[in-house]
């Protein structure tokens, strides 16, 4: 026969008949049911609708709109702000009908609209005399060609022609006698036998004797008639007036430069200048 049931048992975890403590707000008396996050439902006030464009905003837009459509207009359907003339500056030997002619402006295109880099690159291509150009659009109208020429350092004659040659190397024309440039002195290669040749042959000793010519002074380059190259360690110039200069190799052009110019101011009668040796200089009479 069972035992009367004592307090411990009633108790005790697990059984049918324990009362734990009421969590908040559980149980019927005094409590709230959980509140629970609102559903988005399309139409609700603040439900992420995006609102219109206000009336101002709309007016920002038009005008916005209305400047583009003016400018387009303006520098592409317009009369104005067209080609009407073409300008050139700074040729010497080209004449401004040759360079205007391989250019091919578009007269009467929109201004905006000119190809500047194709131009430069056409005249460039066509017109190998000419060593830098800017094509520069000249509001309202224009377009200016802004071109600077090579400037010849040595010629090289062969067959009654002269090939001008600048201070980079680059031979950029070929002219008749009568058009040769005054002032350039005439490329002589004497190597014919020279035991330079089987390290340096004729065209690097043409670099070397064009390194030469645009090393030299100003006042002596425009009396230079006559580069004589024998070897690399043998360039000598003449001068007019029957004067020469031993120059050496092309090595150390500036030093022998300033060598030259100080020599011929102490003695401005002597014949025969050398300044093969920069820190050592010598003049003669012949």
């Given at each position: 026969?069972a035992g009367p ?5 009633r108790?005790?975890?697990?059984s049918r008949?324990?009362?734990g403590?009421r969590a908040k ?5 005094g409590?709230s ?5 609102p559903?988005w ?5 603040g439900?992420?609708r995006?609102?219109l464009p206000?009336?101002?905003?709309v007016?920002l837009?038009?005008i916005?709109l ?5 400018g387009l207009?303006l520098f592409?359907?317009s009369?104005w702000l ?7 500056s700074?040729?010497r030997v ?12 578009p007269v009467?295109a929109?201004?905006?609209?000119v190809?500047t880099?194709?131009?430069e ?5 066509a017109?190998p ?7 520069v ?6 377009i200016a ?12 004659g062969?067959g009654?022609?002269?090939?001008e040659v600048?201070a980079?190397?680059?031979?950029f ?7 040769a440039?005054e002032?350039?002195?005439l490329?002589?290669l004497a190597?014919?036998?020279s035991p330079?040749?089987?390290r340096f042959?004729?065209e690097?000793?043409?670099?070397e ?15 230079a008639?006559?580069?004589r190259?024998?070897s690399?360690d043998?360039?000598t110039l003449e ?11 092309g090595?150390?052009g ?7 110019t100080a ?14 040796a920069?820190?050592?200089p010598a003049?003669s009479r012949?």
């Open positions: 026969m049931t004592t307090t411990t048992e108790g005790a975890p697990g008949g324990a009362k403590p707000g559980s149980g019927p008396k409590s049911p959980a509140r629970l996050a559903r439902r399309p139409g609700r006030p439900g992420g995006r609102a206000g009336p101002r905003a007016l837009i038009v916005v209305g400047l583009l459509a003016s207009w592409y359907g009369a067209r080609v009407e003339q073409v300008t050139t700074g040729t080209l004449t401004p009908a040759q360079v205007k002619a391989v250019a091919a402006v009467g929109p201004l905006v609209s190809d880099d194709g131009i690159a056409r005249l460039r291509r017109l005399r000419i060593d830098t150009v800017d094509v659009r000249d509001w309202p109208h224009g060609l802004r071109v600077v020429e090579r400037t010849p350092v040595l010629l090289i062969k009654g022609r002269f090939t600048d980079g190397g680059v031979r024309a070929t002219v008749d006698a009568a058009k440039p002032g350039v002195p490329l002589e190597v014919a036998s330079s040749l089987r042959d004729a690097r000793l043409t670099v004797a064009v390194g030469v010519a645009g090393d030299l002074p100003g006042r002596v380059a425009e009396d008639k006559v580069l190259v024998r690399y043998s360039i001068l007019t007036g029957g004067r020469t200069v031993e120059w050496g190799s090595e150390d500036e030093a022998k430069a300033r060598a030259l020599l011929m101011k102490a003695a401005p009668k002597a014949g025969h200048f050398d300044v093969s920069p820190t050592a003049a012949s």
